[in-house]
Every structure is written in structure tokens, then in C-alpha cells.
């Protein structure tokens, strides 16, 4: 059984920091793409970042130089560095890999960047 777990989320003043982690289980980790996705109130759910299981990663532009995605493929895992936080930036984001055919979601960890 496949299964995504994210952390790390939480309340953060504008211009402050977070790192989100997503714990995988139930896949051969190294061998798939993990992605960051986010979804703020009203608007539909968008990828903010990839990263390959060799490391090459993908960035949305308003998060380019600010966010850092990584992963370490002994511990099954996936983390999510954001810098420079914005308001905008407030969302519900989950954890993301395709296997075996299907796609499969963590539950989200909620960011709020607000003063």
C-alpha cells in the first residue's frame, strides 16, 4: 500500500521560513518523481516543484530561488525548503508520485504566512 505523510507546516510570519517533509512508504522511492502541490482557498490545486529520482528538479515560477526541494532516498523521503515566505504563498500543500500506474496523495500539511 502506498502512503504519503507530510509535515512540517504551520504559521509563519511574512519573509519567514519553513520546511515541509513527506514520508513514503509502499514504493520502490527511489525509482519515482515526487512533487510538491498546493492549493489555496477557492483556486484549483497547482505543482509548485518536482524533483526526479536522480535529482534533477522543476520549479513554478513565483517559487523559483525561493523554495528548495530535495530527497533523501534512504529515509523515503521528500522535503520542501521555503524561504522568503508570502502571503500568497498560504495554502494546503501535498505530497505527490505516480506509480504503478495511478496517482497517489498525502493528506497535506497546511501553511499560513500572515503578520
Known amino acids: 500500500q502506498v502512503r504519503l505523510v507530510e509535515s512540517g507546516g504551520g504559521l509563519v510570519q511574512p519573509g519567514g521560513s519553513l520546511r515541509l517533509s513527506c514520508a513514503a512508504s509502499?514504493?520502490?522511492?527511489?525509482?519515482?518523481?515526487m512533487g510538491w502541490y498546493r492549493q489555496a482557498p477557492g483556486l484549483e490545486r497547482e505543482l509548485v516543484t518536482n524533483i526526479t529520482g536522480g535529482g534533477s528538479s522543476n520549479y513554478e515560477e513565483t517559487v523559483q530561488g525561493r523554495f528548495t526541494i530535495s530527497r533523501d532516498n534512504v529515509r523515503n523521503t521528500v522535503f520542501l525548503k521555503m524561504e522568503s515566505l508570502k502571503p500568497e504563498d498560504t495554502a494546503v500543500y501535498y505530497c505527490?508520485?505516480?506509480?504503478?500506474?495511478?496517482?497517489?496523495w498525502g493528506q497535506g500539511t497546511r501553511v499560513t504566512v500572515s503578520a
Open positions: 509502499g514504493i520502490n522511492f527511489r525509482l519515482y518523481t
Open positions: 505527490n508520485t505516480g506509480a504503478y500506474g495511478r496517482n497517489f
